[in-house]
């Protein structure tokens, strides 16, 4: 009642440290925004002054201290801490696929061979690091995300290949030659992993044009490394392989190979390649049009709700929500949001060398934020010298206009007057003098000067963007000096939601169409090139829209995380449509074998992406927390689209390889046992004496069936006879053969 504050909910108090020019700066350390110089120390005073005002225990007070370096620390510390999250699932990945690749007994437990695959990863990494580092693109935070994009792609090529070795061995002897497995099992594995790697690394080969750096030397660097991981997969890796098989051959143990189990026989052959039970089971009911028709319905509109969520995505990215949620840092901005709310940022206007011929450009800028303060959009307040030194001018020295004073031997003296004057003197840190100012003589020549001015509370781009641009065109305007600009440390957090957006969309439109290239040309098959690219739409769609339903924001990150999801997702459906395209039968036997014979590989190689991310679900670091959500989404999308919807669409309108493949979809017209051009090889050419014939009646006419991979007579012979009766007219062939 009496006018007096006698309370206050919350006191704000500053400490300002000053670092010497003559120390030697650590720009190691900072808010996680910008490079803030600080001296040893500096930070060792700012490490005990959050120390301090924590370990303060006062009843009813509550400190919440707000160092320099509080940010950058508090950061390492969570990222360190989810390290360790992250090291339990790739234990888990690991020992998962260890049991995935081999089997569980004396002989058959692929561990080494394990090893080797991930090591091979670990070198393309190591690879990709190394070279995009020696031709000058740096190691960025962003860099931390390429563990989980090399090991899933990696991981995934090593399941295709070990498939298509199991596959092999169905089809060969025990005891065929190693390199000639090997071959046959490079024969059909490199097609699809030689197809998945030129569409990934392409992907983000034109993903380096973007502006900005960050990102380009993420490209770069995962171009290489992927590129690598691929040399190395195909080379050292097939190489282990083909070791392993000759230590079980000769029944080495698999754990320690000099103890021989002589006596132990090894698992048969179509036991290990027989599909799981999922697998099975989605084959009976793939045949179903109702399932068909179900599939379809739910993808599209799964897709429809994805893509309205897309629309409404936000694009923003707040620097704060990097912060681990429980921290003292995260308390003290709720508490200044919550207690403060008109305070936003305070950003610096800045010039360059002014003197007295500029007087009248400095005014011109003054006026302009004043302006711009009485619209009551963007600004709420500014304090800079100029108008006090005018005010000082008129009312103390009793000047009547600028020009009076406009003058080079006049200005000088007044603004030394005014900087130790009562009302003057708080602007002297404002100045940088090329010179020593001293009380009772002329100022120096200025080098720089600087004024605040504060922010209102912006919400979003739509706001701070129209700000920042609202300041810089009235500096432009005035040509205050050769230098002139604003800036403030949120400006890094805004220039990115400026252009991520465009960036994003950019990035994701040519990979989308390097993908549809490169698969073109290496499948030649327009109508499975054209799946393919559905599924990866799709996919991206799904994640983008499920992202905003999840909370998310478009900013750096999830921008990076989901450029990563191409390079995943682009693996699922190109395998299964490769498959598709070398299988036998009619439209729904190629489609069930695609996915007996490539849909165990693929859904392990998502799963286990899936498994060394899941651990991440528990940190309380936003960077980890949006690398599971956008990989959560990858493989649950990716898995979904390529081994449900695009086996369905393939059924339906999947491309026929021969002429005997027009046969009805419920299965028998069809010539299954047909093997594709693109995975037999170059054929022998056939001799009388190794291939039968079928003879007919009158003019003798020969039909030659080349090697049927191990297939039994009888199941071609009634085929045989009966697509010929449909070509010749005619049921009367002669005896069978």
Same mark, same amino acid.
């Given at each position: 009642?009496?006018?007096?504050?006698?309370?206050?909910?919350?006191?704000?108090?500053?400490?300002?440290?000053?670092?010497?020019?003559?120390?030697?700066?650590?720009?190691?350390?900072?808010?996680?925004?910008?490079?803030?110089? +600080?001296?040893?120390?500096?930070?060792?005073?700012?490490?005990? #002054?959050?120390?301090?005002?924590?370990?303060?225990?006062?009843?009813?007070?509550?400190?919440?201290?707000?160092?320099?370096?509080?940010?950058?620390?508090?950061?390492?510390?969570?990222?360190?801490?989810?390290?360790?999250?992250?090291?339990?699932?790739?234990? *888990?990945?690991?020992?998962?696929?260890?049991? !995935?690749?081999?089997? *569980?007994?004396?002989?058959?437990?692929?561990?080494?061979?394990?090893?080797?695959?991930?090591?091979?990863?670990? !070198?393309?990494?190591?690879?990709?690091?190394?070279?995009?580092?020696?031709?000058?693109?740096?190691?960025?935070?962003?860099?931390?995300?390429?563990?989980?994009?090399?090991?899933?792609?990696?991981?995934?090529?090593?399941?295709?290949?070990?498939?298509?070795?199991?596959?092999?061995?169905?089809?060969?002897?025990?005891?065929?030659?190693?390199?000639?497995?090997?071959?046959?099992?490079?024969?059909?594995?490199?097609?699809?992993?030689?197809?998945?790697?030129?569409?990934?690394?392409?992907?983000?080969?034109?993903?380096?044009?973007?502006?900005?750096?960050?990102?380009?030397?993420?490209?770069?660097?995962?171009?290489?490394?992927?590129?690598?991981?691929?040399?190395?997969?195909?080379?050292?890796?097939?190489?282990?392989?083909?070791?392993?098989?000759?230590?079980?051959?000769?029944?080495?143990?698999?754990?320690?190979?000099?103890?021989?189990?002589?006596?132990?026989?090894?698992?048969?052959?179509?036991?290990? %390649?027989? +599909?799981?039970?999922?697998?099975?089971?989605?084959?009976?009911?793939?045949?179903?049009?109702?399932?068909?028709?179900?599939?379809?319905?739910?993808?599209?509109?799964?897709?429809?709700?994805?893509?309205?969520?897309?629309?409404?995505?936000?694009?923003?990215?707040?620097?704060?929500?990097?912060?681990?949620?429980?921290?003292?840092?995260?308390?003290?901005?709720?508490?200044?949001?919550?207690?403060?709310?008109?305070?936003?940022?305070?950003?610096?206007?800045?010039?360059?060398?002014?003197?007295?011929?500029?007087?009248?450009?400095?005014?011109?800028?003054? $006026?302009?934020?004043?302006?711009?303060?009485?619209?009551?959009?963007?600004?709420?307040?500014?304090?800079?010298?100029?108008?006090?030194?005018?005010?000082?001018? #008129?009312?103390?020295?009793?000047?009547?206009?600028?020009?009076?004073?406009?003058? $080079?031997?006049? #200005?000088?003296?007044?603004?030394?007057?005014?900087?130790?004057?009562?009302?003057?003197?708080?602007?002297?840190?404002?100045?940088? #003098?090329?010179?020593?100012? $001293?009380?009772?003589?002329?100022?120096?020549?200025?080098?720089?000067?600087?004024?605040?001015?504060?922010?209102?509370?912006?919400?979003?781009?739509?706001?701070?963007?129209?700000?920042?641009?609202?300041?810089?065109?009235?500096?432009?305007?005035?040509?205050?000096?050769?230098?002139?600009?604003?800036?403030?440390?949120?400006?890094?957090?805004?220039? =990115?939601?400026?252009?991520?957006?465009?960036?994003?969309?950019?990035?994701?439109?040519?990979?989308?169409?390097?993908?549809?290239?490169?698969?073109?040309?290496?499948?030649?098959?327009?109508?499975?090139?054209?799946?393919?690219?559905?599924?990866?739409?799709?996919?991206?769609?799904?994640?983008?829209?499920?992202?905003?339903?999840?909370? !998310?924001?478009?900013?750096?990150?999830?921008?990076?995380?989901?450029?990563?999801?191409?390079?995943?997702?682009?693996?699922?459906?190109?395998?299964?449509?490769?498959?598709?395209?070398?299988?036998?039968?009619?439209?729904?036997?190629?489609?069930?074998?695609?996915?007996?014979?490539?849909?165990?590989? %693929?859904?392990?190689?998502?799963?286990?992406?899936?498994?060394?991310? *899941?651990?991440?679900?528990?940190?309380?670091?936003?960077?980890?927390? =949006?690398?599971?959500?956008?990989?959560?989404?990858?493989?649950?999308?990716?898995?979904?689209?390529?081994?449900?919807?695009?086996? %369905?669409?393939?059924?339906?309108?999947?491309?026929?390889?021969?002429?005997?493949?027009?046969?009805?979809?419920?299965?028998?017209?069809?010539?299954?046992?047909?093997?594709?051009?693109?995975?037999?090889?170059?054929?022998?050419?056939?001799?009388?004496?190794?291939?039968?014939?079928?003879?007919?009646?009158?003019?003798?006419?020969?039909?030659?069936? =080349?090697?049927? $991979?191990?297939?039994?007579?009888?199941?071609?012979?009634?085929?045989?006879?009966?697509?010929?009766?449909?070509?010749?007219?005619?049921?009367?062939?002669?005896?069978?053969?």
């Amino acid at each position: 009642s009496s006018g007096h504050v006698v309370y206050a909910r919350a006191a704000l108090m500053y400490w300002n440290v000053e670092v010497p020019d003559d120390v030697e700066l650590i720009t190691s350390v900072g808010g996680g925004v910008e490079i803030t110089f +600080a001296d040893k120390d500096t930070l060792e005073w700012e490490s005990r #002054f959050v120390e301090a005002a924590l370990s303060f225990d006062f009843p009813g007070y509550n400190i919440f201290p707000n160092a320099v370096r509080s940010f950058g620390d508090l950061n390492e510390q969570a990222i360190l801490f989810d390290v360790l999250k992250l090291v339990i699932g790739y234990i *888990i990945m690991f020992v998962y696929t260890v049991f !995935m690749l081999g089997r *569980i007994n004396k002989l058959e437990l692929r561990l080494y061979m394990t090893i080797v695959g991930i090591v091979s990863v670990g !070198m393309g990494l190591v690879i990709g690091i190394g070279i995009s580092s020696l031709i000058g693109y740096p190691y960025t935070p962003i860099h931390s995300a390429l563990p989980f994009l090399c090991l899933g792609i990696g991981i995934d090529d090593m399941f295709v290949i070990v498939q298509c070795w199991y596959n092999m061995r169905k089809h060969e002897a025990d005891d065929v030659p190693l390199p000639r497995a090997l071959g046959i099992t490079l024969r059909h594995a490199g097609v699809s992993v030689t197809i998945t790697t030129l569409t990934d690394v392409f992907a983000f080969a034109v993903g380096a044009i973007t502006i900005m750096p960050g990102l380009e030397s993420f490209c770069v660097c995962t171009a290489i490394a992927l590129g690598s991981i691929y040399f190395l997969q195909i080379t050292w890796f097939a190489a282990f392989l083909a070791l392993d098989e000759r230590r079980i051959r000769s029944k080495r143990n698999s754990i320690v190979p000099c103890i021989i189990h002589k006596d132990y026989n090894v698992t048969p052959v179509n036991s290990i %390649v027989k +599909a799981p039970w999922i697998i099975r089971k989605y084959s009976k009911i793939l045949a179903s049009k109702v399932y068909r028709f179900s599939v379809i319905i739910l993808s599209v509109g799964v897709v429809c709700v994805a893509a309205w969520g897309a629309s409404m995505i936000k694009q923003k990215f707040d620097p704060n929500l990097l912060l681990p949620l429980d921290t003292y840092l995260r308390r003290y901005l709720e508490i200044g949001e919550d207690l403060f709310p008109e305070n936003g940022w305070d950003t610096q206007v800045y010039t360059g060398h002014i003197d007295s011929s500029q007087l009248h450009s400095i005014d011109k800028l003054y $006026e302009g934020i004043h302006q711009l303060k009485k619209e009551r959009v963007y600004i709420r307040n500014y304090d800079g010298f100029w108008d006090g030194l005018k005010e000082y001018a #008129f009312d103390v020295k009793k000047y009547k206009s600028i020009d009076d004073f406009a003058h $080079e031997d006049v #200005f000088p003296m007044l603004l030394s007057d005014f900087l130790f004057s009562s009302d003057g003197g708080k602007y002297k840190k404002d100045f940088l #003098f090329n010179g020593t100012l $001293e009380c009772g003589y002329p100022a120096p020549p200025i080098t720089a000067t600087k004024f605040k001015v504060n922010l209102k509370v912006l919400k979003g781009p739509s706001e701070h963007i129209p700000a920042r641009r609202a300041i810089e065109t009235i500096i432009n305007s005035t040509a205050v000096s050769d230098v002139a600009f604003s800036h403030v440390k949120i400006y890094a957090a805004w220039e =990115t939601d400026e252009i991520i957006g465009f960036e994003l969309m950019r990035n994701v439109g040519l990979a989308l169409v390097v993908i549809s290239i490169i698969t073109l040309i290496l499948l030649t098959d327009i109508k499975i090139c054209s799946m393919a690219f559905a599924c990866v739409l799709f996919t991206l769609t799904d994640i983008v829209g499920f992202l905003h339903f999840w909370h !998310m924001t478009i900013d750096i990150i999830s921008c990076v995380s989901i450029v990563l999801a191409i390079g995943l997702c682009v693996d699922y459906s190109v395998h299964v449509g490769h498959a598709y395209l070398i299988a036998p039968g009619n439209r729904l036997e190629k489609s069930i074998s695609a996915l007996e014979t490539i849909g165990p590989a %693929v859904f392990n190689g998502g799963f286990t992406t899936l498994l060394a991310v *899941i651990v991440m679900a528990f940190s309380k670091s936003s960077v980890f927390l =949006t690398f599971f959500k956008v990989f959560f989404l990858t493989v649950t999308f990716g898995l979904f689209h390529g081994l449900v919807f695009l086996p %369905v669409v393939l059924s339906l309108a999947g491309p026929l390889g021969g002429p005997d493949e027009e046969g009805s979809e419920s299965g028998g017209s069809g010539n299954s046992e047909t093997t594709s051009a693109t995975s037999s090889g170059p054929s022998t050419p056939p001799t009388s004496s190794s291939l039968p014939s079928v003879i007919g009646q009158g003019q003798q006419n020969m039909a030659y069936i =080349t090697e049927m $991979e191990g297939k039994e007579t009888e199941s071609w012979r009634p085929r045989l006879i009966k697509v010929m009766s449909k070509k010749t007219g005619s049921m009367d062939l002669g005896p069978a053969p």
